[in-house]
């Protein structure tokens, strides 16, 4: 149900609109649990792991699909993207390949997996997995990007992202708050859940949020922050002319700061914003006029089109801050351990139980 998200969602005291659309949440609510427990749900004989939210809008789910992929990497398994291509024109299954459309195309999400693995979108799931299935690719396991609400393929892992400054919101279902579903049903639809903490969390809201999770929710309740990938130097004491389209722009922009860099102009975007002519010349004339440096997400970059001029010329000018997502030292372990269960069973037709809580 894609819409713009309102402010008011994650507001401290109740608003009347969220009073006034309970009963279309409730009515919404009740078609999404209806239409996954109707659903007969796809077996794929390849595992599959699904990073999912309880939430609309961004919590983390691509780096935390990237860390899973890159931990099968690195005991030799051959991971695989499945995701819809949110914003990507492509139904599928289509592979995720270099084009000079490709983000228009795939949409910008896509384009950051097939960096790491092979990338295939494809908005009916259980017809993606049977693509893969019959592309004669001897994969060791789908890594389903979203898709935690989507009964059309079951899963043998599922761990749900939450942003932990932002939470749950006022605890509502759309389009009265944030909630895809009750809560209730989609506690039960996870095998653990990533709290995704800010590096600073001044107000504690991360660990209250963690807190009330562990309460309620008998699985395993992880722990996890974002980080700088690679040399980050250059940013010290930088002036920079800092843009971003994602969910939390001033994440990153906060996290531009703590890294040194002076930031002269911030200019925020909706996620997922289609970048214009328009944008690419202000940013541009805002860069020369103020002499700084254009830096933004990798998200943002991979959507400036570098066929068409001043887009190109923004994605040349512009450098960008690679991020990464790192666990707690105990909760490494515990999702490590949680992935090898998933994936170690490779018969078929394989079990139908969850991995064990930990």
């Not at 949409?107 to 960096?115: I, N, Q, S, T, V």
């Not at 992202?161 to 049903?185: K, T």
């Not at 372990?333 to 078929?348: C, K, M, P, V």
């Amino acid at each position: 149900m894609p819409l713009d998200e309102p402010g008011w969602w994650y507001a401290t005291e109740q608003d009347t609109r969220q009073r006034l659309l309970a009963p279309l949440a409730r009515l919404y609510g009740s078609l999404v649990e209806r239409r996954f427990r109707k659903t007969q749900a796809y077996r794929s004989r390849f595992p599959v792991i699904c990073v999912g939210n309880f939430t609309a809008g961004g919590t983390g789910k691509t780096p935390l699909s990237i860390h899973i992929a890159r931990r099968l990497l690195t005991a030799g398994l051959k991971p695989v993207f499945l995701t819809r291509g949110y914003g990507g024109k492509e139904r599928g299954p289509v592979w995720v390949e270099p084009c000079d459309d490709a983000a228009w195309r795939f949409g910008d999400e896509p384009l950051l997996l097939a960096r790491v693995a092979p990338t295939l979108v494809a908005r009916d799931r259980r017809e993606g997995a049977r693509f893969l299935e019959d592309s004669g690719l001897a994969f060791s396991a789908i890594v389903m990007d979203d898709g935690l609400q989507n009964p059309a393929l079951i899963k043998d892992l599922s761990i749900a992202v939450v942003d932990g400054r932002r939470g749950l919101g006022n605890g509502e279902v759309i389009p009265a708050g944030p909630l895809r579903a009750p809560l209730e049903f989609q506690l039960s639809l996870a095998d653990a859940i990533v709290v995704r903490e800010a590096l600073a969390d001044p107000d504690g809201k991360a660990r209250d949020i963690h807190a009330i999770l562990r309460h309620d929710f008998p699985g395993p309740v992880m722990v996890a922050h974002t980080e700088p990938h690679g040399d980050t130097t250059w940013l010290q004491e930088t002036r920079v002319v800092a843009f971003a389209g994602i969910a939390a722009p001033e994440r990153f922009f906060g996290l531009l700061e703590r890294l040194g860099a002076q930031i002269v102009d911030k200019i925020a975007f909706a996620d997922h914003h289609p970048y214009t002519r328009a944008d690419a010349d202000r940013l541009l004339k805002l860069a020369q006029k103020s002499d700084c440096c254009l830096v933004t997400t990798e998200k943002d970059w991979v959507r400036l089109d570098e066929t068409k001029a001043p887009l190109a010329l923004l994605r040349n000018e512009a450098r960008t801050l690679a991020i990464e997502l790192a666990l707690e030292p105990r909760d490494d372990g515990r999702l490590a351990s949680l992935i090898e269960a998933a994936t170690s069973d490779t018969t078929y037709p394989r079990r139908t139980q969850r991995p064990p809580q930990l």
